[in-house]
């Protein structure tokens, strides 16, 4: 009993620490020992757990193969790990304490709980796995504040929700992290500290269940006379009322809204990726009505731009390339891709039919998103790459670990993998020369999982297993069922990666970075907003145009994007609005919009647009150095570089191209001058159309004086100075304009 009590007495005692006396019952190998091993670091990735091992020893991952481990520990090495006359003197227990040389350092003490559990455990016998011990199906974690100032240390405490119904504490048996260091850290115990303003969130990972909570810092208080009435705030929907709520919490508080131009600019760019034209901004600034910006949104949604643009984002997504497909299926499927857009089809019913696309991809879209599948792999690969695009792109759930081992960082086990892939075992193709393939499901074959050695039941995440039998699931198409299951408005995971894409897309960050990895150890900067444009989403049948209106509607999203001195330092809450580089495609053809001089693409008709190019593949030097993607990597954006760097500001200061395209006889300075226009309309409107405003004063009133001559100054001819040739000049301010922020970002 005392050695109960001293046990009982441990700060954060969970209860595996209780039962590791000698008269409390056997020690379970999988929830004692085990849990003890990840602990002190044994299991890890840098450790055992890697690979190959280290020192002859190999452990899984993290403890995700218990029978495999218990073999390891007990046989393996003439079972020299372990001793059960003498328990203390077991490499198990001596190498980590350092009574004998260990490369990895003292990481046990001998006074320790988890010392003993080991020691218990090894004195009754080193008993392996049991079937019938409880497993862990939940884990809670709960905070002792959930706002702190910096440097405010805060609690954690951890329980966990057996098969068995009982719920224990595992606080001292869990592993932790932060997501955002900056805001707050954890250290091994459980004990976090608030470092600076922001929102972390704290995770705990037992066995292979996580949990987490959402720690908030303020940012400082604000100085003496700025309002801080969050009630007086406007609001155009609901976007406005949980953003302002986060503010209010933070203390955050926004900058002001940004005016007509640059809000006319901005929602061009992000919904159509063209500029406005001249006189469409001249037309805005001088309409009175107080619902103009509303109108304006409806008038893009219907514009032809829209496909145009949200059939590349979309086309970076899916990888839509004639280097894995051919010429035709790559066209077929770029044409299929903008005809669901252009209708408007809902985004569930895309999903769907791609998910169970089968037929000839020469001639039906669908098909080539399995095709796609054999980048860089076998094609006994097929089915776990298209398992893993599938839960990345269309459910937002990295699984690509759990090929391997349990999920690290998520709940996902590998049994979860090997039953997602299953869908998309019987999944057959056939080429019928040339480039015409088939796809088709046939009905036969399973993918077996390698630890086991046997097939898996396929199996919907979060779902229960499908049985397999000559009169069930083999007679249905399997990747119908999972089909309609992410399309189905029960599944929570398409809406909210969805609408978590189309916010990034228009504001700059996605409320989950990165955008397709949402697990519960990443959470949304703001989840009750990302819950409540999922749910829009699913209400409106899956309309991206309603979303889009709704963000571009709201006060939020036309918020000015200069940031105060209070809110300089917000990344993630919207306090203004992000600026963001314009896409590769959209300078070139914004270059060419605004100078009339367009890129000629190889193969394809004069006025073909970067926009509408169908992939990435019609050579462009521009293209390729303004960072478009290869679209060889699944289902991640991460592929398009939107990041200024030294070699695109050279492209735009040194090439020919841009050159050109100011000085052509046809281009905006020389157009412009053969109207006869005084030197401020020529001025308005090349400002006009290179950034969507007119000039301030201040502007006007420089440049204009610089083309008037200067005072005459005898040179050594006896002459004067002479003003700088007006269509020269005017070409000047063109081509800076061209090369400023302004016109370069969104903003």
Same mark, same amino acid.
């Given at each position: 009993?005392?050695?109960?009590?001293l046990?009982?007495?441990?700060?954060?005692a969970?209860?595996?620490?209780?039962?590791a006396?000698?008269?409390?019952?056997? #020690?379970?190998f999988v929830n004692?020992?085990?849990?003890?091993l990840s602990k002190?670091?044994?299991?890890q990735?840098t450790?055992h757990?890697?690979?190959?091992?280290?020192?002859?020893?190999?452990?899984s991952?993290?403890?995700f193969?218990?029978?495999?481990d218990?073999?390891a520990?007990v046989?393996?090495a003439?079972?020299?790990?372990?001793?059960?006359?003498?328990?203390e003197a077991?490499?198990?227990?001596?190498?980590?304490t350092m009574?004998?040389?260990?490369?990895?350092g003292?990481?046990?003490?001998?006074?320790?709980?988890?010392y003993?559990?080991v020691?218990?455990?090894?004195?009754?016998?080193?008993h392996?796995?049991?079937p019938?011990?409880?497993?862990?199906v939940a884990?809670?974690m709960?905070?002792?504040?959930?706002t702190?100032?910096?440097?405010?240390?805060?609690e954690?405490?951890?329980?966990?929700r057996f098969s068995d119904?009982q719920?224990?504490?595992?606080?001292r048996w869990?592993?932790?992290?932060?997501n955002?260091?900056?805001v707050?850290?954890?250290?091994?115990?459980?004990?976090a500290?608030?470092v600076?303003?922001g929102?972390a969130?704290l995770?705990a990972v037992?066995?292979?269940?996580?949990?987490a909570?959402?720690?908030s810092?303020?940012?400082?208080?604000?100085?003496q006379?700025?309002?801080?009435?969050?009630a007086?705030?406007?609001r155009n929907?609901?976007?406005?009322?949980?953003?302002?709520?986060?503010?209010?919490?933070?203390r955050?508080?926004?900058s002001a809204?940004?005016?007509?131009a640059?809000?006319l600019r901005?929602?061009?760019?992000?919904?159509?990726?063209?500029?406005?034209?001249?006189?469409?901004?001249?037309?805005?600034l001088?309409?009175?009505?107080?619902?103009?910006?509303?109108?304006?949104?409806d008038?893009?949604?219907?514009?032809?731009?829209f496909?145009?643009l949200?059939a590349?984002?979309?086309?970076?997504v899916?990888r839509?390339?004639?280097?894995?497909?051919g010429?035709?299926?790559?066209?077929?499927?770029?044409?299929?891709l903008?005809?669901?857009i252009a209708?408007?089809?809902?985004?569930?019913?895309v999903v769907?039919d791609?998910?169970?696309?089968?037929?000839d991809?020469?001639?039906?879209?669908?098909?080539?998103?399995?095709r796609?599948?054999?980048?860089f792999?076998?094609p006994?690969?097929?089915?776990?790459?298209?398992?893993?695009?599938?839960?990345?792109?269309?459910?937002?759930v990295?699984v690509q670990?759990a090929?391997?081992?349990?999920?690290?960082?998520?709940r996902?086990?590998q049994?979860?993998?090997?039953?997602?892939a299953?869908?998309?075992?019987?999944?057959?193709?056939?080429?019928?020369?040339?480039?015409?393939v088939?796809?088709?499901?046939?009905?036969r074959g399973?993918?077996?999982?390698p630890? /086991?050695g046997r097939?898996l039941?396929p199996?919907?995440?979060?779902?229960?297993?499908?049985? #397999?039998?000559?009169?069930?699931?083999?007679?249905?198409?399997?990747?119908?069922?999972?089909?309609?299951?992410?399309a189905s408005?029960?599944n929570?995971?398409?809406?909210?990666v969805t609408?978590?894409r189309i916010?990034r897309y /228009?504001?700059g960050?996605?409320?989950?970075?990165?955008?397709?990895?949402?697990?519960?150890s990443?959470p949304?900067?703001n989840e009750?907003?990302?819950?409540a444009?999922?749910?829009?989403l699913?209400e409106?049948?899956?309309?991206?145009?309603?979303?889009m209106r709704? #963000?571009?509607r709201s006060r939020v999203y036309q918020?000015?994007?200069?940031?105060t001195?209070?809110n300089?330092?917000?990344?993630?809450?919207?306090?203004f609005?992000r600026p963001?580089?314009?896409?590769a495609?959209?300078?070139?053809?914004?270059?060419?919009?605004v100078t009339?001089?367009?890129?000629?693409?190889?193969?394809?008709?004069?006025g073909f647009?970067a926009?509408?190019?169908?992939?990435?593949?019609v050579?462009s030097?521009f293209?390729?150095?303004f960072?478009r993607?290869?679209?060889?990597v699944?289902?991640?954006?991460?592929?398009?570089?939107?990041?200024?760097?030294?070699?695109?500001?050279?492209?735009?200061?040194?090439?020919s191209a841009l050159?050109?395209?100011?000085?052509?006889?046809?281009?905006?300075?020389?157009?412009l001058?053969?109207?006869?226009?005084d030197?401020?309309t020529?001025?308005?409107?090349i400002?006009?159309?290179?950034?969507?405003?007119?000039?301030t004063?201040?502007e006007a009133?420089?440049l204009?004086?610089?083309m008037e001559?200067?005072?005459?100054?005898?040179d050594?001819?006896?002459?004067s100075q002479e003003s700088v040739?007006?269509?020269?000049?005017f070409?000047?301010?063109?081509?800076?304009?061209?090369n400023s922020?302004e016109?370069?970002?969104?903003?």
């Amino acid at each position: 009993m005392a050695t109960v009590a001293l046990l009982v007495s441990v700060a954060g005692a969970g209860w595996s620490e209780v039962r590791a006396g000698e008269a409390d019952g056997p #020690i379970s190998f999988v929830n004692d020992v085990l849990p003890v091993l990840s602990k002190i670091g044994c299991n890890q990735g840098t450790c055992h757990g890697g690979a190959a091992g280290k020192g002859g020893f190999k452990l899984s991952l993290r403890g995700f193969a218990p029978e495999l481990d218990h073999l390891a520990i007990v046989r393996e090495a003439s079972a020299r790990r372990v001793d059960l006359l003498r328990p203390e003197a077991s490499l198990l227990l001596a190498k980590p304490t350092m009574a004998v040389p260990h490369q990895g350092g003292r990481v046990l003490a001998v006074d320790s709980p988890e010392y003993r559990i080991v020691a218990d455990w090894l004195r009754q016998g080193a008993h392996g796995p049991n079937p019938d011990d409880p497993r862990p199906v939940a884990l809670a974690m709960v905070a002792s504040t959930a706002t702190a100032r910096p440097g405010e240390r805060i609690e954690l405490r951890v329980e966990a929700r057996f098969s068995d119904g009982q719920a224990r504490d595992v606080t001292r048996w869990a592993r932790y992290d932060t997501n955002e260091s900056a805001v707050a850290t954890v250290d091994a115990a459980g004990a976090a500290s608030a470092v600076g303003p922001g929102k972390a969130a704290l995770s705990a990972v037992y066995q292979d269940q996580v949990a987490a909570v959402e720690l908030s810092v303020p940012y400082p208080a604000a100085g003496q006379g700025e309002p801080r009435d969050y009630a007086l705030l406007p609001r155009n929907n609901y976007i406005d009322e949980h953003v302002i709520q986060q503010w209010q919490a933070l203390r955050l508080w926004p900058s002001a809204p940004a005016d007509d131009a640059t809000f006319l600019r901005r929602v061009c760019l992000d919904l159509i990726g063209v500029l406005p034209e001249p006189g469409e901004v001249r037309a805005f600034l001088a309409d009175q009505d107080p619902r103009k910006r509303e109108a304006a949104i409806d008038r893009l949604l219907e514009r032809p731009e829209f496909v145009d643009l949200w059939a590349q984002r979309w086309g970076d997504v899916l990888r839509v390339s004639r280097e894995w497909l051919g010429e035709k299926s790559m066209w077929t499927f770029h044409a299929w891709l903008r005809d669901r857009i252009a209708r408007n089809v809902s985004w569930n019913e895309v999903v769907r039919d791609l998910v169970a696309g089968a037929g000839d991809s020469s001639r039906e879209g669908p098909p080539n998103y399995y095709r796609l599948q054999k980048v860089f792999n076998e094609p006994e690969l097929w089915p776990l790459t298209a398992a893993e695009t599938t839960a990345q792109t269309f459910l937002g759930v990295r699984v690509q670990c759990a090929r391997c081992h349990n999920h690290p960082f998520d709940r996902w086990t590998q049994a979860d993998y090997y039953g997602l892939a299953g869908f998309f075992a019987q999944v057959g193709s056939k080429s019928l020369g040339d480039k015409h393939v088939v796809v088709f499901d046939a009905r036969r074959g399973e993918i077996v999982h390698p630890r /086991l050695g046997r097939a898996l039941a396929p199996k919907l995440l979060d779902g229960p297993a499908m049985a #397999i039998d000559a009169e069930g699931l083999d007679q249905v198409d399997r990747r119908r069922l999972l089909a309609d299951w992410i399309a189905s408005r029960d599944n929570p995971y398409l809406a909210r990666v969805t609408a978590n894409r189309i916010w990034r897309y /228009l504001m700059g960050r996605g409320l989950v970075e990165p955008v397709d990895d949402l697990r519960e150890s990443n959470p949304a900067t703001n989840e009750p907003l990302l819950a409540a444009l999922a749910a829009d989403l699913v209400e409106h049948q899956f309309d991206l145009k309603h979303l889009m209106r709704s #963000i571009a509607r709201s006060r939020v999203y036309q918020l000015s994007s200069t940031p105060t001195d209070g809110n300089r330092d917000d990344d993630r809450f919207y306090s203004f609005y992000r600026p963001k580089r314009l896409s590769a495609e959209q300078i070139l053809d914004a270059l060419g919009q605004v100078t009339g001089q367009m890129e000629k693409f190889e193969g394809l008709p004069e006025g073909f647009k970067a926009q509408q190019l169908p992939d990435t593949r019609v050579p462009s030097k521009f293209l390729d150095m303004f960072g478009r993607p290869l679209r060889r990597v699944a289902s991640c954006e991460c592929e398009r570089v939107a990041e200024p760097n030294l070699g695109q500001a050279l492209e735009l200061l040194n090439s020919s191209a841009l050159d050109q395209r100011v000085t052509a006889d046809g281009s905006l300075v020389n157009r412009l001058l053969s109207q006869a226009m005084d030197d401020r309309t020529v001025l308005d409107e090349i400002y006009l159309g290179a950034v969507g405003r007119m000039p301030t004063m201040m502007e006007a009133e420089a440049l204009l004086a610089a083309m008037e001559p200067p005072s005459a100054s005898p040179d050594a001819g006896g002459g004067s100075q002479e003003s700088v040739p007006r269509r020269e000049f005017f070409e000047d301010v063109l081509w800076a304009l061209l090369n400023s922020k302004e016109f370069l970002f969104n903003h």
